[in-house]
């Protein structure tokens, strides 16, 4: 399946689900490069399903490029582009190696505009009700191929000191410090999310893909939010990675992430 690639999930509840679980199999290399997926009898068995709900995954499945069906052979697990380059980044040190996939990927700038921040955001970066906000959204690319989505949303009297022409060519942490901000912290979490149609578009993926989900707030010196981001990256070109190490003693002894752990 290319980055230009769309195709939405199959009709009906059992063969969506059915669908997304292969998927997933396919995602995590279960089935290797060329092998055949069981058949539509034995996959409808595992499944509890019918051949006829079998075989709307298996097309859709096909349509996104994961597999091909073969007349005669069955169905065909198909080579994923760019399986053997996936970025990994150590969750230990997530903020920084994000700062660094702006040095080495490529974005392309699908809205901008200014208006009211909601409640959360607002919230979130501490800004009163009502509070104007410039609101991003972009694609990051490796290779050619989209592999995350970003909605960044900065207050309005720092995000005038640059323009549509700056986020789209320069990397939006270098515009804020070109803003004067000294940039102090920031809390990050990481959950799961469903890719609705705009993100499946932008992605190109099926709508209804899981989708790793980011969410990130910076502060300054002074504890002022002053950006808010909410990323979603393809787990099929993405993963999180953390190195652990044992420390204490005795009942005490627990794991430990080695922060600034090498990604192998």
Request: glycine share 8%.
């Amino acid at each position: 399946m290319t980055a230009e690639a769309q195709s939405t999930l199959p009709e009906g509840g059992k063969a969506r689900r059915v669908y997304l679980l292969l998927r997933d199999d396919l995602t995590n290399e279960r089935f290797s490069e060329g092998s055949l997926l069981p058949g539509e009898n034995r996959l409808a068995e595992s499944y509890g399903v019918s051949r006829v709900t079998i075989r709307r995954a298996l097309d859709a499945l096909a349509a996104d490029g994961w597999i091909e069906k073969r007349s005669g052979a069955g169905s065909v697990v198909l080579p994923r582009h760019g399986s053997d380059s996936k970025i990994a980044a150590n969750f230990a040190t997530l903020l920084p190696q994000l700062v660094a996939f702006d040095k080495r990927t490529t974005a392309r700038l699908l809205s901008f505009s200014y208006g009211p921040a909601s409640s959360s955001i607002a919230e979130a970066l501490g800004l009163s009700s009502g509070a104007k906000v410039q609101t991003a959204i972009r694609v990051r690319l490796s290779d050619g191929q989209a592999f995350s989505h970003l909605t960044t949303h900065v207050p309005e009297d720092i995000a005038r000191n640059y323009d549509e022409t700056d986020l789209a060519t320069q990397p939006l942490f270098r515009l804020l410090e070109r803003s004067g901000v000294k940039v102090e912290g920031a809390h990050q979490s990481v959950t799961a999310t469903l890719a609705t149609p705009d993100v499946a578009e932008a992605l190109g993926v099926s709508v209804g893909s899981a989708l790793l989900a980011l969410r990130r707030v910076v502060r300054d010196s002074d504890g002022r939010g002053v950006e808010h981001l909410s990323a979603l990256y393809r787990p099929d070109l993405f993963r999180l990675e953390m190195t652990l190490t044992r420390v204490g003693a005795g009942e005490a002894r627990h794991w430990e992430p080695v922060i600034g752990a090498r990604d192998e």
